[in-house]
């Protein structure tokens, strides 16, 4: 074998077997249970070169393949460890590898990942002010590098900062988290803090370059051009259309206030410091690999996608790609395909594009969903009818616009403007032409926002599932709760110009209700009633309501 990655079902070991075996390495994995093979799998990559081996770095070593790079990225990467388990695998477990490694007669390099911040530490870890994951991998640093020297094993340490990308959820995510949900109401540290980034994909790149070169030198892979924090926190909050704070609360005072009032982990606060790190000997080594680090901005914008996308780790996203995009003056979330869609699927009220998830499934083509403005994840605009142009400005093809209860609205004046630019209308459960929802007169903003996801699913008289979890999270998000109820009643107050409308819509139009939610009103289009269904029959019953949108699209 060429290699073996321990820690090879991390964030950071499973990037690095891909970019191994991309490389055309023979590759032994170090894994407890076979995540690894999946997730390569799932983004197409080529597992022939890979062999699983099974390794606890917890305990003493034995019977793995011999191999001339071994890779150590297995570490306990959290806050509020026990002091004993964090040292179990940052330096029992790391210092288990070393000697694993000084076993083997053709060993070109031992790579071990430690810290940007561990590294440049010195004197003896202080597990009370540090916490249990920063000291124990500086204990384990410093462990490491005297049994090297005593064994005489080519050990090089690489020292990242924070790594970010799909699937980190710790580190600066929390403040990204925080920032989303409304929750930073000030930044911590002061104007000149610096928190450091590198993406995933570039350290797995960067890291294969290490056994070929000279021995002896330790790399701290960041990027030296990541802005301050405060500039960081405001790249962010413009893409995902939030405020950003301006405020600052020193280290100091942080360290001094409850937890429960500054919403800071006292272990992240060591990481919130002015220094800077000597990066040149790894910027070096990747000019000589051809290595460039991507634009720090990009990196944080395309990696705070992934963070909504995800929910911050609680969920995963069910149709790509996904993003922000500016709309019509709204931060936009958009999902699936931007130019040549066959349905464009906008969603009804209290919910968000995840409503979809279900019937586009059952679906034949490509589709595209969006938040509405001011709905879900997408910041307020001034027009909903400018928006939702804007937000088809690119499409190229002609596709079915499907849109429901309070979309209804937007999507008829839509057709009705633009019949060219349609092949039908579909119309799924048309607040206009149906009794108000007796919630409304029952919720105020504040009591909305609250509801949890079993709450809301009992209110909306849906089965509860990841679609009304997402709905939930959104509507805790400030400002949320009381558009949705504003566009609610706004849609009501314009019924009889809808009605009016429906009459003189040009594009061919299908509705399609819930048996259990009937119109209230007479019409002269194709009406389909799903037997059993509500006012979400995409939701409780998405195949039927696929057939009907089939073959509405036939009929077209």
Same mark, same amino acid.
């Given at each position: 074998?060429?290699?073996?990655?321990?820690?090879?079902?991390?964030?950071?070991?499973?990037?690095?077997?891909?970019?191994?075996?991309?490389?055309?390495?023979?590759?032994?994995?170090?894994?407890?249970?076979?995540?690894? /093979?999946?997730?390569?799998?799932?983004?197409?990559?080529?597992?022939? +070169?890979?062999?699983?081996?099974?390794?606890?770095?917890?305990? &003493?070593?034995?019977?793995?393949?011999?191999?001339?790079?071994?890779?150590?990225?297995?570490?306990?990467?959290?806050?509020?460890?026990?002091?004993?388990?964090?040292?179990?695998?940052?330096?029992?477990?790391?210092?288990?590898?070393?000697?694993?490694?000084?076993?083997?007669?053709?060993?070109?390099?031992?790579?071990?990942?430690?810290?940007?911040?561990?590294?440049?530490?010195?004197?003896?870890?202080?597990?009370?002010?540090?916490?249990?994951?920063?000291?124990?991998?500086?204990?384990?640093?410093?462990?490491?590098?005297?049994?090297?020297?005593?064994?005489?094993? &080519?050990?090089?340490?690489?020292?990242?900062?924070?790594?970010?990308?799909?699937?980190?959820?710790?580190?600066?995510?929390?403040?990204?988290?925080?920032?989303? +949900?409304?929750?930073?109401?000030?930044? @911590?540290?002061?104007?000149?803090?610096?928190?450091?980034? !590198?993406?995933?994909?570039?350290?797995?790149?960067?890291?294969?370059?290490?056994?070929?070169?000279?021995? +002896?030198?330790?790399?701290?892979?960041?990027?030296?051009?990541?802005?301050?924090?405060?500039?960081?926190?405001?790249?962010?909050?413009?893409?995902?259309?939030?405020?950003?704070?301006?405020?600052?609360? &020193? !280290?100091?005072?942080?360290?001094?206030?409850?937890?429960?009032?500054?919403?800071?982990?006292?272990?992240?606060?060591?990481?919130?410091?002015?220094?800077?790190?000597?990066?040149?000997?790894?910027?070096?080594? %990747?000019?000589?690999?051809?290595?460039?680090?991507?634009?720090?901005?990009?990196?944080?914008?395309?990696? %705070?996608?992934?963070?909504?996308?995800?929910?911050?780790?609680?969920?995963?996203?069910?149709?790509?790609?996904?993003?922000?995009?500016?709309?019509?003056?709204?931060?936009?979330?958009?999902?699936?395909?931007?130019?040549?869609?066959?349905?464009?699927?906008?969603?009804?009220?209290?919910?968000?594009?995840?409503?979809?998830?279900?019937?586009?499934?059952?679906? @034949?083509?490509?589709?595209?969903?969006?938040?509405?403005?001011?709905?879900?994840?997408?910041?307020?605009? &001034?027009?909903?009818?400018?928006?939702?142009?804007?937000?088809?400005?690119?499409?190229?093809?002609?596709?079915?616009?499907?849109?429901?209860? %309070?979309?209804?609205?937007?999507?008829?004046?839509?057709?009705?403007?633009?019949?060219?630019?349609?092949?039908?209308?579909?119309?799924?459960?048309?607040?206009?032409?149906?009794?108000?929802?007796?919630?409304?007169?029952?919720?105020?903003?504040?009591?909305?926002?609250?509801?949890?996801?079993?709450?809301?699913?009992?209110?909306?008289?849906?089965?509860?599932?990841?679609?009304?979890?997402?709905?939930?999270?959104?509507?805790?998000?400030?400002?949320?709760?009381?558009?949705?109820?504003?566009?609610?009643?706004?849609?009501?107050?314009?019924?009889?110009?809808?009605?009016?409308?429906?009459?003189?819509?040009?594009? @061919?139009?299908?509705?399609?209700?819930?048996?259990?939610? @009937?119109?209230?009103?007479?019409?002269?289009?194709?009406?389909?009633?799903?037997?059993?269904?509500?006012?979400?029959?995409?939701? /409780?019953?998405?195949?039927?309501?696929?057939?009907?949108?089939?073959?509405?699209?036939?009929?077209?």
């Amino acid at each position: 074998m060429d290699a073996l990655v321990f820690g090879a079902t991390g964030f950071l070991g499973r990037s690095l077997v891909a970019e191994l075996l991309a490389r055309g390495q023979r590759v032994a994995a170090a894994v407890r249970t076979d995540t690894l /093979t999946p997730w390569l799998l799932d983004r197409g990559g080529d597992i022939g +070169g890979l062999t699983l081996v099974t390794a606890d770095i917890r305990h &003493p070593l034995t019977g793995l393949p011999e191999v001339r790079d071994v890779y150590n990225t297995a570490g306990r990467y959290a806050f509020g460890l026990d002091a004993t388990a964090a040292r179990a695998t940052n330096v029992t477990g790391a210092l288990h590898v070393l000697e694993w490694a000084a076993t083997l007669p053709e060993l070109r390099r031992l790579v071990h990942i430690s810290g940007y911040r561990v590294s440049a530490a010195t004197g003896e870890p202080d597990y009370a002010r540090l916490g249990a994951y920063e000291a124990s991998k500086f204990e384990g640093d410093l462990a490491l590098r005297a049994r090297a020297h005593q064994l005489g094993v &080519p050990l090089t340490i690489a020292n990242p900062s924070a790594v970010i990308g799909p699937g980190q959820y710790i580190g600066p995510a929390t403040l990204i988290e925080q920032l989303w +949900g409304g929750r930073l109401p000030a930044l @911590p540290g002061g104007p000149d803090t610096f928190v450091p980034i !590198v993406t995933v994909d570039y350290l797995a790149q960067f890291l294969p370059e290490i056994p070929g070169s000279p021995a +002896g030198e330790h790399y701290w892979v960041l990027d030296d051009t990541t802005p301050a924090l405060p500039e960081l926190i405001v790249t962010v909050a413009e893409h995902l259309g939030v405020p950003a704070p301006r405020g600052h609360i &020193p !280290v100091g005072l942080l360290r001094r206030l409850p937890r429960a009032l500054t919403g800071a982990d006292p272990e992240t606060l060591s990481f919130l410091s002015t220094d800077r790190y000597p990066t040149a000997s790894a910027r070096a080594l %990747a000019a000589d690999a051809g290595l460039e680090m991507p634009s720090a901005a990009v990196a944080l914008r395309e990696w %705070a996608d992934e963070l909504v996308a995800a929910r911050f780790g609680a969920a995963a996203p069910w149709l790509s790609p996904y993003g922000f995009h500016e709309v019509a003056g709204s931060r936009t979330w958009v999902i699936g395909e931007r130019e040549r869609p066959e349905y464009v699927l906008l969603h009804g009220l209290p919910m968000n594009a995840d409503l979809w998830e279900s019937l586009a499934a059952q679906l @034949p083509g490509p589709v595209l969903a969006a938040d509405l403005p001011g709905q879900g994840r997408s910041s307020a605009a &001034p027009s909903v009818d400018a928006w939702l142009v804007d937000l088809l400005g690119p499409v190229r093809t002609r596709p079915v616009l499907i849109a429901h209860s %309070a979309a209804c609205a937007p999507a008829l004046r839509f057709a009705a403007e633009h019949p060219d630019r349609l092949g039908g209308l579909v119309l799924i459960s048309p607040a206009f032409l149906q009794k108000p929802a007796g919630w409304l007169t029952r919720w105020s903003a504040p009591m909305l926002r609250r509801l949890s996801a079993e709450r809301l699913a009992r209110t909306l008289e849906i089965p509860g599932g990841e679609e009304v979890r997402s709905a939930a999270a959104d509507l805790g998000r400030p400002g949320v709760a009381r558009r949705v109820l504003a566009a609610l009643r706004a849609d009501i107050a314009d019924r009889s110009r809808s009605r009016a409308l429906l009459d003189r819509v040009r594009v @061919p139009v299908r509705i399609i209700t819930g048996s259990l939610d @009937p119109l209230t009103a007479t019409v002269d289009h194709p009406v389909i009633e799903i037997p059993g269904a509500g006012h979400y029959p995409q939701l /409780t019953h998405p195949a039927e309501v696929a057939t009907q949108v089939i073959s509405a699209v036939a009929i077209a």
